[in-house]
């Protein structure tokens, strides 16, 4: 019944997101799918700017909560999230790179995947050279992602000054932006991050019994190494394709998976769809604040996000970390 | 002058009453002479061309052309202005590292670099018109804001250690989405000039920058002897460090203010140095190992080295494209970093 109100609201929001601000009443909103008029801006503002925002914003949003909801499981950290292990800083700074060096969307995509799995890679290796073994909760782990992810940052900036023309384009993608302008990305990415979520939904179950353990796992047949090296994989290529479509959208990753758990429980077989609907609802009532809230100016949505997301960070921190000692 | 051995069998080298070990005297010297070579390259890049005999005749006092221009008014200063900020990052780093009991944690990543960045931000935005020197201030009400947050946020109880790094990172993320904010919706002249500062940059360095930056270079180094002691007992932990009799309630709000306001000096000076507060310290840990004092010396000495001959490097390539501070810093500090952590891996795994 709760996932049943969770669906109403993604299709009120939907609606609200497509409908807000236009001026039209309803069924005049309607006609614009039944019968689209070239000619009538309001129809052209739906379809071509208004949809594919929506639809970015469900896909990037699916797609990340799920590769979140995997990683928190499989780094056994409740602060996991491609946002905060390096991934997203690593895809987003390969595509700037890319676009520096005048790549096309297509292959921006190819180093997009290529640099998140090196951001991945470069936290846990800075992490385990500081130490990572003698620190059962894998703070450590957190904190050298958000050193790569600050490095990447930095990089990024750095290269987009040596370009004035692309800094322009790429000054709201490494942000995060949620825009009808990538539409194009969507097209052509969005396939891979589906791909990704059903290779994970595949493993759900050993990945799952990993999460519970990783002896009792393997007495249940698991073979522990390969799973959970190919569900890392799986969740860092999902992340890396959202975060190639309109950039590092932050924490949808870390705080949707929180959300989710306490209604639907660890089993990722439950926790993965429901974290879909809801991060690419999540998404949605993000792009809607940052378009009304300032109206007529619009904010950019991965600013929201991240004030948003910092904020459930300072209290996920407090819950899991200070509370033994408060 | 004359040898002895410390109680650990290292040789020890005495000056009147100071008296320190051999090794880190010699890697002290070491670092010293580096980046006075780095510096008297440094001086030699350029459009206008300067040699060898234009410095000496500098020293003389008889240069007034262009390259006496170019030399006092420009290259000096930024190669000052270079060491003080990079020893002063450098040191932040050494001490928050010491605080927390973590080799990770840096300015940048408590967010102090974002607090100050904000407010300097606000400052330029908002009050064009406002005189330079209120920079710094502006600086250090930012950081101290921060660093007051994060007290608060974490707590009595869990003060120490990772609590407070993670929370860092929260307080960096909001902030860092309030500059980009700022960036995003400034005119695009002046954003493109917010953001080649956030990148770091040295361009700003003049005679009057430089003197801006000398008392609190001064300051850093009377707190490095001052605070040196009381780091190398929380080295080993604070329970050790409050039964070795340091005042843990008085000495840790000291640290963190001094890491606050060296950081927001350094900032106002070149922008934030990204990661430099956690590569410097360790790569004069690599260079000699230290706690206390000589390990906040040795890590400040590190850190102008590395921005020093990362402002080479973006100066030596200027004419092609642009490269901003951060980015040739890590150009420069990430590949040594890298290559000093394998040797260290190969140590202990031939050690074992």
């Excluded at chain 1, 997301?309 to 996920?316: E, K, N, R, Y």
């Amino acid at each position: 019944m709760r996932f049943m109100a969770l669906f109403v609201g993604l299709g009120l929001c939907l609606f609200l997101h497509l409908w807000l601000g236009s001026g039209m009443p309803p069924a005049a909103m309607a006609k614009t799918f039944l019968d689209f008029d070239p000619d009538d801006y309001g129809h052209y503002v739906i379809l071509y700017q208004r949809l594919p925002r929506a639809l970015i914003a469900l896909h990037v949003g699916a797609v990340l909560a799920c590769s979140g909801a995997v990683l928190q499981g499989l780094v056994r950290n409740p602060l996991a999230a491609p946002s905060t292990l390096g991934i997203s800083g690593g895809a987003m700074v390969f595509v700037v790179a890319g676009a520096v060096l005048g790549l096309g969307t297509a292959a921006q995509g190819i180093a997009a995947l290529a640099g998140g799995a090196a951001g991945a890679g470069a936290a846990m290796w800075v992490a385990r050279l500081a130490g990572l073994g003698l620190d059962p909760r894998g703070m450590v782990l957190i904190l050298a992602g958000a050193l790569v992810t600050m490095l990447c940052m930095g990089v990024a900036n750095a290269l987009l000054l040596s370009d004035p023309a692309l800094r322009t384009a790429y000054l709201g993608w490494i942000s995060g932006d949620i825009n009808h302008v990538y539409a194009d990305r969507l097209t052509q990415f969005w396939w891979i991050g589906w791909l990704a979520i059903g290779v994970l939904m595949v493993l759900a179950k050993p990945l799952t019994l990993i999460m519970l353990g990783t002896e009792k796992a393997a007495s249940a047949g698991v073979d522990v190494r390969r799973v959970s090296l190919l569900g890392l994989g799986a969740s860092v290529i999902a992340a890396s394709s959202a975060t190639a479509i309109c950039g590092p959208v932050g924490f949808v990753g870390l705080v949707v998976p929180h959300l989710v758990r306490p209604f639907t429980g660890p089993a990722l077989w439950r926790l993965m769809p429901v974290s879909a609907v809801a991060g690419g609802l999540a998404c949605l009532i993000a792009d809607l604040i940052a378009r009304e809230a300032f109206s007529p100016y619009s904010l950019h949505s991965g600013v929201v996000l991240d004030l948003a997301g910092g904020l459930v960070f300072a209290l996920l921190i407090r819950r899991h970390y200070l509370g033994a000692q408060a | 002058m004359k040898p002895a051995r410390a109680t650990d069998g290292q040789e020890l080298v005495h000056f009147g009453h100071l008296q320190f070990r051999a090794r880190h005297l010699r890697a002290g010297l070491l670092l010293l002479g580096v980046a006075a070579a780095l510096s008297l390259v440094s001086t030699m890049i350029g459009v206008t061309r300067i040699g060898g005999s234009d410095i000496t005749a500098l020293l003389r006092g008889g240069l007034v052309d262009d390259a006496g221009f170019a030399l006092r008014e420009v290259r000096l200063p930024r190669i000052a202005a270079g060491f003080m900020a990079g020893w002063c990052v450098a040191l932040t780093g050494a001490m928050l590292q010491s605080l927390a009991r973590n080799p990770l944690a840096d300015p940048g990543l408590l967010g102090l670099s974002q607090g100050s960045m904000v407010m300097i931000l606000l400052l330029i935005l908002f009050a064009p018109a406002a005189p330079p020197m209120l920079l710094p201030f502006a600086a250090m009400t930012g950081a101290l804001a921060v660093a007051l947050a994060l007290v608060l946020l974490v707590g009595r109880g869990g003060a120490g250690g990772l609590a407070l790094l993670l929370m860092g990172i929260a307080v960096e993320t909001m902030l860092s989405s309030v500059t980009q904010i700022l960036i995003l919706y400034s005119p695009p002249d002046m954003s493109y000039a917010l953001s080649n500062w956030l990148a770091g940059s040295l361009s700003g360095a003049d005679p009057a920058a430089v003197l801006a930056l000398l008392p609190w270079f001064l300051f850093s180094l009377g707190m490095a002897v001052w605070l040196g002691r009381s780091l190398s007992t929380y080295d080993l932990g604070q329970d050790l460090a409050m039964s070795l009799g340091e005042n843990v309630n008085r000495s840790r709000p000291l640290i963190l203010v001094v890491s606050v306001l060296l950081s927001s000096a350094a900032v106002t000076a070149a922008g934030p140095l990204a990661f430099l507060g956690v590569m410097a310290p360790h790569l004069a840990g690599f260079l000699s190992p230290a706690s206390g004092r000589p390990r906040l010396i040795l890590s400040g000495l590190m850190g102008a080295v590395l921005v020093i001959a990362a402002d080479m490097l973006t100066r030596s390539v200027s004419g092609e494209l642009a490269l901003p501070l951060g980015l040739s810093l890590t150009l420069v500090g990430v590949p040594l970093f890298v290559i000093s952590l394998r040797l260290r891996a190969l140590k202990t795994l031939s050690n074992r």
